[in-house]
């Protein structure tokens, strides 16, 4: 009977598998098979961790309070510097008496204009001219002001006198040598020239009108 040769031990092999040592006809560790991703001896990863989102959030709203806290310190600065140059700044004060201020104050009212044109009147002596009949006369000297934005028409013949008795004068053309122009009054021009009426009599006050038939402005003669 012929007998099998004796495979020659290996060197170390007590005939048991050494820890660490794979068998023969076994896959190598590591190995999962035909078309399956191979590890060798690399330990699986653990999952990462997301960030909850809570945590998201609670940040989110930490961010929009921090925004609204920067505004209103701002605003607040903003607020306190205006005040304190208000606080600074003094009080504007009348150096004028009170009288006087009152008498300005009544003079402007009286001076100031209320319509296209400002009338003034005041006494005055009648100057014949060569075409009146005789000097049963009564002037009084005007003027007139253009206070609006358009022209004023000015004429004798838009103007009378009413005396202290309240009868009122026509004007008298050519009477007076001073007698008011027939013009037109361009905005903040004037003229001069006097309104003569027939008769002796004490003026009261003048009446104007602009154009034949303008509102009418009445002056106190002075």
């Known amino acids: 009977m012929t007998q099998q040769p004796q495979q020659p031990q290996q060197p170390g092999w007590n005939g048991q598998q050494q820890p660490g040592q794979q068998q023969p006809g076994q896959p190598p560790q590591g190995w999962a098979g035909p078309g399956a991703p191979q590890q060798w001896g690399v330990p699986p990863q653990p999952p990462k961790k997301k960030a909850g989102a809570g945590k998201i959030i609670g940040l989110g709203c930490l961010g929009v309070v921090g925004l609204f806290v920067v505004i209103g310190i701002a605003a607040a600065v ?3 510097g205006d005040s304190d140059e208000g606080s600074k700044k003094p009080a504007a004060t009348s150096s004028a008496p009170k009288g006087e201020a009152g008498e300005k ?5 009286a001076d100031a204009p ?11 002596a009648f100057k014949k001219s ?8 009564t002037s009084v000297s005007v003027t007139i002001a253009a206070t609006g934005k358009a022209e004023v028409d000015v004429n004798p013949l838009y103007c009378s006198i009413i005396d202290s008795t309240g009868s009122k004068h026509a004007a008298e053309l050519a009477m007076d040598e001073d007698q008011l122009d027939t013009t037109k009054l361009a905005p903040g021009e004037k003229t001069t020239g ?13 009446s104007c009108t602009d154009g034949l038939i303008g509102d009418a402005v009445r002056a106190d003669v002075s």
């Open 78 to 80: 903003a607020s306190g």
């Open 105 to 109: 104050g009544d003079d402007a009212k």
């Open 114 to 124: 209320t319509g296209p044109m400002r009338v003034t009147a005041k006494k005055t």
């Open 130 to 137: 060569i075409l009146a009949d005789g000097d049963n006369y």
């Open 194 to 206: 006097s309104i003569t009426g027939k008769g002796k009599f004490s003026p009261k006050y003048v």
